[in-house]
């Protein structure tokens, strides 16, 4: 019906507030189920696989191929339990990050970003929070990580338009995280020599609670 179809397109159309930033933290439940039920759930790749190392390509097409990978997306974070989902963490080459992640103070925000760039905070601004980090592509491992608890993502959305994504505490860790995803960088490689190896150690001995590619 037409009025569900308009009501769909406008989930990937999100408004800002008076400082410009996209407000994602409205009708998340319903927008999260629209992409969600028309995407289909992929297996995660992990650590080892090359799409996971190297810098994506920017989206350029902003057509209905990328919003059937979004949906796909959030499918997939749905399956693994995540709160983030890089493109390249199910096998695809481009710059596109989706997350369903909650702040420190429990609102949750769920939106999209295509081709994010990741702003160089002040001084004044870099508080960092030493707090555990894991991530879907290094399943069942866990390290701490120092990350600023502030966070602005400058990018696109589905449709192409420019927005500007901010967050704070664990929702900042969020953004940062699926950004460097897209440049080739893991959570891992930011750990000591001596972290990173005990990070695969856990990685090793667990067993993931969701499908995965493997790199063989």
Do not use: W
């Amino acid at each position: 019906m037409a009025q569900q179809e308009t009501d769909q397109q406008d989930i990937d159309v999100l408004p800002v507030d008076d400082e410009g930033f996209v407000i994602d933290t409205e009708n998340c439940e319903e927008r999260e189920r629209i992409h969600r039920e028309r995407g289909t759930s992929r297996p995660i790749t992990v650590v080892g696989n090359p799409v996971l190392h190297k810098e994506c390509k920017d989206v350029t097409a902003f057509d209905e191929s990328l919003a059937q990978l979004v949906d796909d997306m959030f499918a997939s974070q749905r399956t693994a339990e995540g709160v983030g989902l890089a493109a390249n963490q199910i096998g695809v080459d481009l710059k596109v990050f989706v997350y369903d992640c909650p702040d420190d103070e429990g609102v949750r925000h769920v939106g999209v970003v295509c081709n994010p760039v990741l702003e160089e905070l002040p001084a004044d601004r870099r508080v960092l929070d030493d707090s555990n980090e894991g991530c879907l592509s290094v399943p069942t491992a866990y390290a701490s990580l120092a990350r600023p608890d502030y966070a602005v993502v400058r990018g696109q959305d589905v449709k192409g338009n420019p927005i500007t994504v901010r967050g704070t505490g664990y929702f900042a860790r969020c953004l940062q995280h699926e950004t460097d995803h897209l440049y080739g960088y893991l959570y891992i490689d930011r750990l000591s020599k001596r972290e990173r190896k005990d990070a695969l150690k856990q990685m090793e001995a667990g067993t993931p609670r969701y499908p995965v590619v493997a790199n063989d």
